[in-house]
């Protein structure tokens, strides 16, 4: 049952008034003004029932998750004992002195209860987004994008290795909570489904947990924390738990972009990113799909390293279907008539380019050219259009200062692990990941928003 709302109910045997004892500049008190969690009993009402006994405040106990956010205390038990003692966790809590703290495992029901059922923390999110474009620190124009790597509550001692490995084994009704979500996200875009190759070991407490030597250290189970920001004040306007591979995180980029779209109407006309996000596929995507100006470095490993001359100084031909090489000569698919027309297009998606034999043998620019080969061949991607724009783009002192702009993604995730202490899940499993991450993302707008705009007197 759905139980009365925390309200500040002063004692009326001492003198002691909260509100006098929290200072103007605190942290909290600058938050506070932008925490309206005033539709949340609505849109909460229907997940409790209707007899039984009254429940604590779910306000009370988003308020108390906050703080734990904000204020980088991840552990609930901590937070309920720093809740108890501390003035301004109280007055941000709604609490009076005397009134009792929830007990930790009250969390601990609700978040996998009825916090996850009614997504709410999602809404609440978005809500903060929102509060943050009324506000007008959101420009909407250029956007930058990011994952960095979280650790997950999964070890290598608990984990069987890809051979071993068979999610068909598992009974979805016997399993515990993290492993039926497991299966559950396994046709996912943003898990199961963002690549085929099967990871190196699986954990068994968390499956879904990717496990990853990408931190150059020894390898470990984590999730990604995927990050959309808009570059003028760094607000986040969407954030997607994925694995921690690029292809999920990739995936997770394009599910952000749609979704502020749908959500707020938000069309960037820029994104900026890393290479990682720079491939052929993608800038495809965001160029002529999207119309998004992609200001990322293009992944390209077609890249010489032995001096010889670059693809770039090979002029395509659109008309002919063919390069035209530094020496005047023309490269081609093909040098004969096919019997049978083909595309020429590998499974990677790259058309090869051939000079004829005859014309680079007596060359004089050939070791300038093709020093161990005895012809040149250009590879030319089907997307080679969206990889030109994005190479042309670099060149420009609009991408200067993309670049720039990029760093504040950078500079969150900096913050997150550092000041807000996220460098290891509490939670298991893809929900318990989503949650942590989109409550951390509401913490830094709404952090982000108190410093934007001060307290007036
Ligand atoms: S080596 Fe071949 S491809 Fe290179 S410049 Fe000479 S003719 Fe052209």
């Keep these: ?118 997504d709410l923390f999602r809404r609440m999110f978005e809500s903060v987004v929102a509060r943050c474009i009324k506000e007008g620190v959101v420009g909407g124009d250029i956007f930058a994008t990011d994952a960095s790597i979280i650790r997950a509550d999964a070890n290598k001692q608990n984990s069987t290795p890809k051979d071993e490995w068979n999610p068909d084994n598992l009974d979805p009704n016997t399993v515990p909570r993290a492993v039926k979500e497991y299966l559950e996200v396994l046709d996912d875009a ?23 030597g990408a931190m150059k250290g020894p390898a ?31 995936g ?16 960037p006309e820029i994104l900026t990113a890393d290479t990682a996000y720079g491939s052929a596929d993608n800038l495809n995507w965001l160029v002529n799909e999207e119309g998004i100006l992609p200001h990322i470095p293009v992944f390209d490993r077609s890249k010489r390293m032995d001096g010889a001359f670059p693809a770039t100084a090979f002029k395509f031909n659109h008309k002919e279907n063919e390069y035209t090489c530094p020496g005047g000569k023309p490269l081609k698919k093909y040098w004969r008539k096919m019997a049978k027309p083909r595309s020429g297009v590998s499974k ?13 043998s007596t060359c004089a620019l050939k070791t300038q050219c093709t020093p161990n080969q005895p012809t040149r061949k250009i ?23 993309s670049m720039r702009r990029r760093k504040k993604v950078e500079m969150l995730f900096a913050h997150l692990k550092r000041i807000m202490k996220l460098d290891r899940l509490r939670l298991r499993g893809p929900n318990g990941a989503k949650d942590e991450f989109l409550l951390a993302a509401t913490a830094q707008n709404l952090r982000k928003l108190a410093k934007l705009i001060p307290q007036t007197a």
């Design 1 to 118: 049952m759905l139980g009365p709302r925390q309200e500040f109910q002063a004692a009326l045997f001492y003198e002691f008034n909260l509100e006098d004892h929290v200072p103007e500049g605190h942290l909290l008190r600058s938050i506070d003004r932008f925490v309206d969690l005033g539709d949340m009993r609505k849109h909460l009402a229907p997940f409790y029932s209707d007899i039984g006994r009254p429940s604590v405040d779910p306000e009370l106990m988003i308020r108390m998750l906050l703080i734990g956010y904000i204020m980088g205390i991840r552990s609930e038990r901590r937070l309920c004992d720093e809740v108890h003692v501390n003035l301004a966790y109280r007055w941000f809590c709604r609490l009076d002195l005397g009134d009792p703290v929830p007990d930790q495992s009250t969390f601990s029901k609700n978040r996998h209860g009825r916090f996850r059922e009614s």
């Design 190 to 212: 943003a898990f199961g489904a963002a690549s085929e190759v099967k990871p190196k070991f699986t954990s068994h407490s968390d499956p879904a947990s990717q496990w990853t």
């Design 220 to 250: 470990f189970f984590a999730y990604a924390t995927n990050y959309l920001i808009d570059t003028d004040n760094a607000i986040i306007v969407d954030v997607e738990a994925s694995r921690a591979i690029r292809q999920a995180e990739i």
């Design 252 to 267: 997770a980029t394009r599910t952000m972009i749609r979704r502020t779209r749908d959500k707020f109407d938000l069309y």
């Design 348 to 360: 990677d998606g790259f058309m090869r380019y051939y000079a004829r034999k005859s014309d680079c």
């Design 379 to 401: 590879a030319r991607h089907i997307y080679e259009g969206a990889r030109d724009l994005a190479r042309e783009i670099a060149t420009t002192d609009a991408y200067v200062d």
